[in-house]
């Protein structure tokens, strides 16, 4: 309680450089920093509908998180909460989260994702506690209509500590559908591999696969190599192979 607060409204604007946690950036309805937590609350405008939204760059990588409420505290490295609620209303807002990295080519170097749930981000793992939509971007921050779209009641995301890169991908009740990749997935249990180029799925209903061509293979568990195109399926497996077209009598 000795410590120093920092009370404010209407922020349009607050900018902290730290040496090791790097550039941050955000704007508020409300604004409430605890020097003694290191701690601060970002709070949206429930009258108006306008979210809460907090920006870090660090190592050329910038990760932006908005919601009725953005939480930032220093525990070990800078963390972020997007909340869905506005404090004392039944309003809610829907939290996003985008990961940019500028001249960045991989999967994820550019990626957002709108979440029903809270959504909680650590230096080495992004926790979405709801359904999700995670969908590619375009270095200019729109949807890439041929990057990831993926639909899933829980995903949880692993980074590498050191640089901030999606390295993982785990999903419960997943529909995805990678138009870049020629990759179609839908099962219970969803991974991708990021640096080895795997997807693997599991549902004991039948976990269905749809690659480049049209085939379809259904099983309870999948592993599909998506840069060489190879898969190995284990349990109960039917593959479905698009019928050629048949042509009628010439008239």
């Not at 190592?59 to 939480?71: P, S, Y």
């Not at 192979?241 to 008239?251: D, S």
């Amino acid at each position: 309680l000795r410590s120093a607060w920092l009370l404010a409204e209407d922020v349009r604007r607050i900018v902290v450089d730290d040496p090791e946690q790097g550039h941050v950036e955000g704007r508020a309805h409300r604004l409430v920093l605890s020097q003694g937590l290191a701690a601060g609350m970002f709070v949206g405008d429930p009258d108006a509908m306008v979210p809460a939204t907090v920006a870090r760059t660090h190592d050329g990588r910038t990760i932006t998180a908005t919601g009725a409420c953005v939480r930032v505290f220093h525990d070990e490295e800078l963390r972020l909460q997007a909340l869905r609620h506005f404090p004392g209303r039944r309003l809610l807002w829907l939290p996003t989260v985008s990961l940019r990295e500028p001249g960045g080519d991989g999967d994820f170097a550019h990626l957002g994702a709108t979440c029903r749930g809270d959504v909680d981000v650590l230096p080495g793992e992004i926790r979405f506690g709801g359904p999700v939509q995670a969908n590619g971007l375009r270095p200019d921050g729109s949807v890439d209509p041929d990057g990831l779209n993926l639909r899933a009641g829980r995903l949880h995301m692993a980074r590498d500590a050191t640089n901030g890169r999606v390295n993982t991908v785990r999903g419960d009740s997943v529909d995805l559908d990678w138009i870049q990749r020629r990759l179609q997935a839908r099962a219970a249990e969803l991974e991708l591999d990021v640096g080895q180029n795997r997807c693997i799925v599991r549902d004991p209903a039948g976990a269905r696969v749809r690659l480049a061509g049209g085939r379809t293979v259904i099983a309870e568990h999948i592993e599909v190599d998506y840069a060489a195109m190879a898969w190995t399926a284990h349990g109960l497996v039917l593959e479905q192979v698009p019928q050629q077209p048949v042509e009628g009598p010439a008239r």
